[in-house]
């Protein structure tokens, strides 16, 4: 008995668990495709791009649920014919300029201070929790039984000077209604 | 006598008895060390081809996609069918406690009294363990768990709380179920389990230094540094040193229990999507200084009072892997060593603890959830015979094995879920246990749960009481011929104490702002321990002396009943402003089944029957946070100590945005207050006969100073 048992530890971590290929995503290999996405179909003024025209930041403030999925899904691709580039924030105070600002769970309570901080830039800030929006936040994610959807605050996106591809507004869920009708949000 | 006297272990068959080699322990270690998968080869994300598919994928396709969810995130505590409380990081920073039994103070139901500068007792519901001698300090029927490693000493079935020096910044959380925890935590975790949990390394980058000073902290520092390997593996250094003043005794003069500790360790982890791995280890060693007044020498005099340091050290070493099959089934399986050094003026020895288990969580059909696993644990411990105190055999390894199988069944999806589990285990001190346990969960609407749950638990005889002779009183002093000693003398045929418990209990918003959690419980035990004089007077002579002794042997001659209620409310005042206020009633009695022990019953005298808590979280100002905190505990029967209160204060203020200075006062209200005495012996009439002379809790003040890089 004494001797089984510290095999069968060693055997249970060397078991190689196999993938089963490309049936399988995770949650947020699909939040990292969607900030492609949101690169893809938001228009930013050309004052965002005075410093640097050939590239777009994606910002991560605070806890990072990404991990190294976001690096792999921008390298080497190409985005309205600029390279992406990720950079990570442990604090509201170290933010520099990022055209996506990806606001994790940990940082929203302070989601004012951070507006105020990047206030007169443009940045399409995006977060998950539920009062997101009411805060001021632009795009916020959620998940519906394991499906990623997601909400826009058009009047944010504007306020930053952030034009949204209608593209974009008719997939957003809590859009849907106000578009159906024929009221193009402002 | 002797290492191969194996007659003690009860329920424990020949085949299966243990010797430990030296090889052994190099397997082992080995085989630790090997299960942490070689950052070389880890399952980086980089070779698969999904994540780039994704790009082609038009976005109106991506909202339809199907994610797997891995590792089921833990069921939040407002559904919880059970009397579960929370501190988190925050709460714990806040209320500017720098030792484990402080921050747990705030848990309602859990009852804290510090004995000096370096002991305390923590219980749940009652049977806080404040008598007994040797043993004083030890409340046994409660599980303590440190990142799933057990803390419980199983020598006098309790915890040396001041053994576990405290790493605020870099807990998470302290999770604390009073109940019984049987099923997924086992025998011991008969009146709640506290789980004390570490933060992730992913969460503590970076450089942090924090130190501090004050009147009764004397001094404290601690640096950690965390850093990272690659795309998914994280790391953290630490190291800490703590130094703590002497309080008084109850005349007023110093009781010598100043203190030092130092320890340092390192915990890893990685996150590979499927398949996490965490690694962790410390090493500790501390000088606690204590005044004794208690038998030491056989020259006497019978007590001595002295003064004497006590050190203790160890380390231990903790892998833990988790994988995710699919989104309906994940595994965990853990192993660990831990070794605890001990060298008092009366004990000394060491405990040596090889563990490891296993749990696997799946979805059985739509409306089932089954988690069941299991584990082994080998504990070897040696301790030297003293003139005082001894265990016989000196040397001891047990084995102790469980497994255990739960199952939640959604009787009315989001409503209604009934969960039922038993644990099983097989130990030398108990034999076959079975501790099963069923809860049911009403959730009428998103914001209001109720609970109800009945369970069996055990609390397993430990070593001392099978093994240990301990003297306590000199009776009869014959100069000439030798004195005749009271000797606890620990006696194979003391059983598992029972408890068969039945909860019930209400969580839920009862306005936006404002949430209440209430818990009530009646408790039956049976076969509770008492310690009987059998047979009267007679004489055992104690090898190498000219005394003797007269045994005073555990027996399970006694029940009882308690029953309470603990309410944990919280109020959201304003944006800026928090109240919290706890409230705790406990009703103890203890009735003898047979025999004569005048003093068991005085348990029952030792939790207050009321506690309450008030705690005000204030933010005045963008950069300054401030906190207050005001406690009244109950006045005790026996020993007769009466009621106290107590305030807590904390602010703090950032300096910058990378330092934060605060200012902590404690025991505001008086310059002393006593929350404990050393318990009589046999008679309460007699002069008392204590191991350790308890001191007064006095005011104190500290500041610290955090740098994070």
Redesign the interface.
């Known amino acids: 008995?004494?001797?089984i048992?510290?095999?069968v530890?060693?055997a249970?971590?060397?078991v190689s668990?196999a993938?089963s290929?490309?049936s399988?995503?995770?949650?947020y290999?699909?939040k990292?495709?969607?900030l492609?996405?949101f690169a893809?179909?938001v228009d930013w003024p050309t004052s965002a791009f005075q410093t640097d025209s050939t590239t777009i930041i994606i910002g991560i403030l605070g806890?990072?649920p990404f991990?190294?999925?976001l690096?792999?899904?921008v390298a080497d691709?190409k985005v309205q014919n600029k390279r992406l580039q990720v950079k990570r924030f442990?604090?509201p105070?170290d933010l520099t300029f990022c055209h996506i600002l990806y606001v994790s769970k940990s940082e929203t309570k302070r989601l004012q201070w951070i507006q105020r901080k990047i206030s007169g830039a443009s940045t399409l800030t995006i977060g998950e929790s539920s009062d997101f929006l009411e805060r001021g936040g632009m795009i916020r994610l959620v998940n519906k039984?394991?499906?990623?959807?997601?909400e826009i605050n058009p009047m944010a996106a504007s306020k930053a000077g952030l034009r949204i591809s209608s593209?974009?507004l008719k997939?957003a869920e809590n859009l849907k209604n106000t578009l159906a009708n024929g009221r193009v949000p402002q | 006598m002797g290492i191969n006297n194996m007659k003690h272990m009860r329920g424990y068959s020949k085949s299966?008895r243990?010797t430990?080699s030296r090889r052994?322990s190099m397997?082992?270690l080995?085989?630790?060390l090997?299960?942490?998968?070689t950052l070389g080869w880890s399952?980086?994300?980089?070779d698969?081809?999904?994540?780039?598919?994704?790009?082609d994928?038009p976005?109106?396709q991506?909202?339809?996609?199907?994610?797997?969810?891995?590792f089921k995130k833990p069921g939040s505590i407002m559904e919880s069918p059970a009397a579960v409380y929370a501190l988190n990081n925050d709460d714990i920073e806040r209320s500017g406690v720098t030792n484990l039994p402080d921050a747990l103070r705030m848990v309602p139901g859990l009852q804290v009294a510090q004995h000096s500068a370096n002991s305390w007792a923590v219980t749940a519901r009652g049977f806080s363990g404040m008598s007994r001698g040797l043993s004083g300090q030890f409340a046994n029927k409660l599980l303590v768990l440190n990142d799933g490693r057990s803390i419980y000493t199983p020598l006098f079935s309790g915890v040396s709380w001041e053994a576990q020096d405290f790493l605020l910044d870099d807990t998470e959380r302290i999770e604390v179920i009073r109940g019984p925890g049987a099923t997924l935590w086992g025998a011991n975790a008969v009146n709640g389990v506290i789980n004390i949990l570490s933060k992730d390394s992913?969460?503590t980058?970076?450089l942090l230094v924090t130190a501090g000073s004050g009147t009764e902290e004397r001094a404290f520092g601690h640096l950690r540094y965390g850093g990272r390997l690659g795309?998914?593996t994280f790391y953290r250094l630490y190291g800490k040193y703590l130094k703590l003043d002497d309080l008084v005794n109850n005349t007023g003069a110093s009781n010598s229990d100043q203190s030092d500790l130092v320890r340092g360790g390192f915990r890893l982890d990685s996150?590979l999507?499927?398949?996490r791995v965490m690694v962790q280890g410390e090493l500790y060693n501390g000088q606690l200084n204590r005044s004794y007044n208690t038998i030491l020498s056989q020259n006497g005099p019978f007590p001595q009072q002295f003064s004497h340091e006590d050190r203790m050290r160890g380390g231990h070493l903790l892998t833990r892997?988790q994988?995710s099959?699919s989104?309906s089934s994940d595994l965990s399986?853990q192993?660990y060593y831990d070794r605890v050094e001990t060298d008092e003026a009366v004990v000394k020895g060491y405990i040596n603890t090889y563990d490891?288990e296993?749990s696997h969580r799946f979805d059985f059909g739509n409306r089932q959830e089954v988690i069941w696993g299991g584990g082994?644990r080998?504990i070897s411990d040696h301790f030297d015979s003293t003139f005082a105190f001894s265990l016989n055999p000196a040397e001891r390894t047990t084995g102790l094995a469980n497994a255990f199988l739960q199952d939640e069944i959604r009787i009315v999806p989001r409503h209604v879920s009934l969960i039922i589990g038993s644990k099983f285990e097989n130990s030398a001190y108990a034999g076959f246990q079975i501790q099963p346990n069923a809860r049911v969960r009403w959730t009428p609407s998103p914001t209001h749960t109720l609970w109800a749950a009945t369970s069996r638990a055990v609390r397993t005889p430990s070593r001392g009481e099978y093994d240990a002779r301990i003297l306590l009183q000199e009776i009869t002093s014959r100069p000439d011929e030798g004195s005749s000693f009271l000797a606890f003398t620990g006696n194979d045929s003391f059983r598992p104490e029972t408890l068969l418990a039945f909860e019930f209990g209400y969580r839920g918003w009862l306005a936006p702002e404002f949430m209440l959690d209430v818990a009530t419980f009646y408790n039956r035990y049976n076969s509770l321990r008492t310690d009987n004089l059998l047979p009267l007077f007679h004489n055992e002579p104690i090898a190498n002396s000219p005394h003797s002794f007269v045994a005073l042997m555990p027996g399970n001659s006694m029940e009882g009943r308690t029953y309470g209620v603990e309410v944990a409310a919280e109020w959201q005042v304003s944006r800026l402003w928090r109240l919290r206020a706890n409230y705790s009633y406990l009703k103890i009695n203890l009735a003898l089944t047979d025999g004569f022990d005048n003093f068991a019953k005085s348990i029952a005298g030792q939790s207050p029957q009321h506690q309450m808590m008030l705690n005000s979280t204030l933010n005045p100002a963008s950069h300054l946070r401030t906190d207050v905190r005001l406690r009244y505990v109950g006045g005790l029967a026996s020993p007769n100590l009466p009621h106290y209160i107590t305030a807590d204060a904390r602010v703090a203020f950032d300096i910058n945005?990378q330092v934060e200075l605060s200012l902590v006062g404690q025991n505001l209200l008086a310059s002393r207050h006593a929350e404990s005495s050393e318990v009589l012996f046999f008679n309460q009439d007699s002069p008392l006969v204590s191991r350790t002379t308890a001191s007064q809790i006095q005011r104190g003040v500290f500041s610290k100073l955090a740098w994070r890089f």
């Not at chain 2, 090997?34 to 998968?37: K, N, R």
């Not at chain 2, 399952?43 to 980089?46: A, F, G, K, N, P």
């Open positions: 008995m004494k001797r048992l510290p095999l530890l060693l249970l971590s060397n668990f993938q290929g490309t399988v995503v995770t949650e290999e699909i990292a495709a969607f492609y996405n893809k179909f806890d990072d991990g190294s999925i690096d792999e899904i691709t442990k604090q105070g039984r394991n499906k990623v959807r997601f593209r974009l997939l | 299966s243990i430990w052994d397997l082992w080995f085989c630790l090997l299960s942490t998968p399952q980086s994300r980089i698969s081809p999904n994540s780039k598919v994704l790009l994928i976005i109106e991506l909202v339809d996609i199907e994610f797997v969810t891995v992913r969460k980058q970076g795309p998914n996150d999507v499927y398949s892997l994988h099959f989104n399986v192993a490891i296993f082994y080998v945005r």
